[in-house]
T-cell receptor, first 116, second 112 residues
Framework: NAGVTQTPKFRVLKTGQSMTLLCAQDMNHEYMYWYRQDPGMGLRLIHYSVGEGTTAKGEVPDGYNVSRLKKQNFLLGLESAAPSQTSVYFC???????????????FGPGTRLTVT | AQRVTQPEKLLSVFKGAPVELKCNYSYSGSPELFWYVQYSRQRLQLLLRHISRESIKGFTADLNKGETSFHLKKPFAQEEDSAMYYCALSGFFSGGYNKLIFGAGTRLAVHP
């Protein structure tokens, strides 16, 4: 049981390049999230998904796209990277169902992205 | 607006001293509050949540609805407590989906 895994761990991009971050979870969780972590800002929600085939915008969605084609995977895409997207990206999943109160989110190890 | 505020970016104490990490929240409904911790080079993990009324690693936190606070406390800090601590609020926001809102975090540094 690996929990939540993220690929890659590190990446350096040039402005304008594109890339996809992969998040995978083996806990059969319905909800998955992408956050970015910046100094002094805490974690901010980029996009989330409440189930396979569904996605929704979070707090800071601009410049990012996501897809949830399989329940266990949640992809975060940057179509044209900008220096402002330099950050640490965390994926998380949770077993929230049927609008019951939150239990816990399980986090991945993070992806450190630098855009030059 | 829903918000979690952690007023201190850094809290620096000596080993054995009491610790209180402050957290205030703003939420129109009945929230569920959490503390998450991130040790150096590790992933974020749940420390405790108000609904469980538990003590983890000597830490406790009490939800005060009157003051809309959920401060994290420990009577005697240890060096291994040094980490980044995030207060988080879970509730139902627009769209009806349950999400976590995080505070900016407080770095706790415990010195020998």
């Amino acid at each position: 049981n690996a929990g939540v895994t993220q690929t890659p761990k590190f990446r350096v991009l040039k402005t304008g390049q594109s890339m996809t971050l992969l998040c995978a979870q083996d806990m059969n969780h319905e909800y998955m999230y992408w956050y970015r972590q910046d100094p002094g800002m805490g974690l901010r929600l980029i996009h989330y998904s409440v189930g396979e085939g569904t996605t929704a915008k979070g707090e800071v969605p601009d410049g990012y796209n996501v897809s949830r084609l399989k329940k266990q995977n949640f992809l975060l895409g940057l179509e044209s990277a900008a220096p402002s997207q330099t950050s640490v990206y965390f994926c998380a999943s949770s077993n929230i169902r049927d609008r019951t109160p939150a239990s816990q989110e399980y986090f991945g190890p993070g992806t450190r992205l630098t855009v030059t | 607006a829903q918000r979690v505020t952690q007023p201190e970016k850094l809290l620096s104490v000596f080993k054995g001293a009491p610790v209180e990490l402050k957290c205030n929240y703003s939420y129109s409904g009945s929230p569920e509050l959490f503390w998450y911790v991130q040790y150096s080079r590790q992933r974020l993990q749940l420390l405790l949540r108000h609904i469980s009324r538990e003590s983890i690693k000597g830490f406790t936190a009490d939800l005060n609805k009157g003051e809309t606070s959920f401060h994290l406390k420990k009577p005697f800090a240890q060096e291994e407590d040094s980490a980044m601590y995030y207060c988080a609020l879970s509730g139902f926001f627009s769209g009806g989906y349950n999400k976590l809102i995080f505070g900016a975090g407080t770095r706790l540094a415990v010195h020998p």
